[in-house]
Antibody, heavy 118, light 107 residues
């Protein structure tokens, strides 16, 4: 089955760190660009980061540049988002999505909630 | 950054009605525009890509048009499952950006 499954969300204190994984299945992961998109409570969708299929090219929104790192393990079809120096405004549902570099976001997971609060 | 402005913010319609949603870009994006449907608690779904092409499995009642800066998503006859939030998104430039969404709600 073609799917993306995020996990690892939770409550983190301001200034803290969290790494969230996304497990992919049913398609050629290593040849697919992958992205993270988030949705803050009551807000719309916001693109966060994209990785090329090899991981050699990465792109970030200005709002997370220098704090977040996207990475991938093509040997086990996993995508990751390492989030450091977390702020209250990073509170959101984080979605893993296939595509984003030279294509649209054509497959999405159901998301994982990250809450930044003391 | 390319800003996408969607209108209206909300549409109140009945099943069987025609829905027309607009997306305007702050600069030209050629045809590099997509539309997504998002329901609460679910994964967003790609509906239309490159302004006018339906994604795999998307019913023919969904259609997209436009190029440059002005785009339209039309749902010809609303089904009960079509009540959701719809977003446009451009891939012409980095950063990738989304519109703020149009909520299609049941009248």
């Amino acid at each position: 089955e073609v799917q993306l499954l995020e996990s690892g969300g939770g409550l983190v204190q301001p200034g803290g760190s969290l790494r969230i994984p996304c497990a992919a299945s049913g398609f050629s992961f290593s040849s697919s660009a992958m992205s993270w998109v988030r949705q803050a409570p009551g807000k719309g969708l916001e693109w966060v980061s994209t990785s090329s299929g090899s991981g050699g090219r990465t792109y970030y929104a200005d709002s997370v540049k220098g704090r977040f790192t996207i990475s991938r393990d093509n040997s086990n079809s996993n995508l990751y988002l390492q989030m450091n120096s977390l702020r209250a405004e990073d509170t959101a549902i984080y979605y893993c999505a296939k595509g984003g570099e030279n294509s649209y976001f054509n497959l999405w997971g159901r998301g994982t909630l990250v809450t930044v609060s003391s | 950054e390319i800003v996408l402005t969607q209108s209206p913010a909300a549409l109140s319609l009945s099943p069987g009605d025609r829905a027309t949603l607009s997306c305007r870009a702050s600069q030209r994006v050629s045809s590099y525009l997509a539309w997504y449907q998002h329901k609460p608690g679910q994964a967003p779904r790609l509906l239309i890509y490159d302004a006018s092409n339906r994604a795999t499995g998307i019913p023919a009642r969904f259609s997209g048009s436009g190029s440059g800066t002005d785009f339209t998503l039309t749902i010809s006859s609303l089904e009960p499952e079509d009540f959701a939030v719809y977003y446009c998104q451009q891939r012409s430039n980095w950063p990738r950006t989304f519109g703020q969404g149009t909520k299609v709600e049941i009248k």
